[in-house]
């Protein structure tokens, strides 16, 4: 069983451009979740994908966006960079979606983002 | 909107040493809280999980409990261990979003 991977594992970006991160969910899982982490702050929830549909978003502008593909790997998308979009970006595989089972999440090791 | 709140921010204790993490939220109607630790750098672990009608889940030297209509949740830890030295982040499923809190960072000295 292959556990939560994420690619790049650090990518350094200038404002203004556009940036794209993988995510490949545990085996069997149908859903992944995308969270943003600040330096000393808690994950903040981006959003979630369940079988290929966007499933519940958090506080976050248009440009994030996201797909799951049909084996539920994932990207996350985010144009026009702004300095604070510097964070540690963090996906996570479920069985679930947000209101279901309640299964445990997994998390990847993250992509570093610097923007300049 | 759901609040989070982990107190305290950073809690350092001699091995072998029994503990307590505290967790509240604001919003009782949540399906489920996780518990999880987080390496310097690296993503997180899943400790715990417990559903709304639970009141507590083990494992090992693990204990969480949970209060839903108080709002609040607890970590135990019990006889730590350095390796136990982490973050400790509980979460909430309110059912169309997870909620985090900002951690706690537990240092446990030899």
């Known amino acids: 069983e292959t556990g939560v991977t994420q690619s790049p594992t650090h990518l350094i970006k200038t404002r203004g451009q556009q940036v794209t991160l993988r995510c490949s969910s545990q085996?069997?899982?149908?859903?992944v979740s995308w969270y943003q982490q600040a330096l000393g702050q808690g994950p903040q929830f981006i959003f979630q994908?369940?079988?290929?549909?966007?499933?519940g978003r958090g506080n976050f502008p248009p440009r994030f966006s996201g797909l799951q593909f049909p084996n539920y790997s994932s990207e996350l998308n985010v144009n026009a960079l702004e300095l604070d979009d510097s964070a540690l970006y963090l996906c996570?595989?479920?069985?679930?979606?947000?209101?279901?089972?309640?299964?445990?999440?997994?998390f990847g090791p993250g992509t570093r983002l610097t923007v300049l | 909107k759901q609040e989070v709140t982990q107190i305290p921010a950073a809690l350092s204790v001699p091995e072998g040493e029994n503990l307590v993490l505290n967790c509240s939220f604001t919003?009782?109607?949540?399906?489920?809280l996780q518990w999880f630790r987080q390496d310097p750098g690296k993503g997180l672990t899943s400790l715990l999980l417990?559903?709304?009608?639970?009141r507590e889940q083990t494992s090992g030297r693990l204990n969480a409990s949970l209060d839903k209509s108080s709002g609040r949740s607890t970590l135990y830890i019990a006889a730590s261990q350095p390796g136990d030295s982490a973050t400790y982040l509980c979460?909430?499923?309110?059912?169309?979003?997870?909620?985090f809190g900002t951690g706690t960072s537990l240092t446990v000295i030899p």
């Open positions: 085996s069997g899982h149908n859903t």
């Open positions: 979460a909430v499923n309110t059912g169309n979003q997870f909620y």
């Open positions: 994908y369940y079988r290929e549909e966007e499933n």
């Open positions: 996570a595989s479920s069985l679930a979606g947000l209101a279901g089972a309640g299964d445990t999440q997994y």
């Open positions: 919003d009782s109607a949540i399906y489920n």
């Open positions: 417990i559903q709304s009608s639970q």
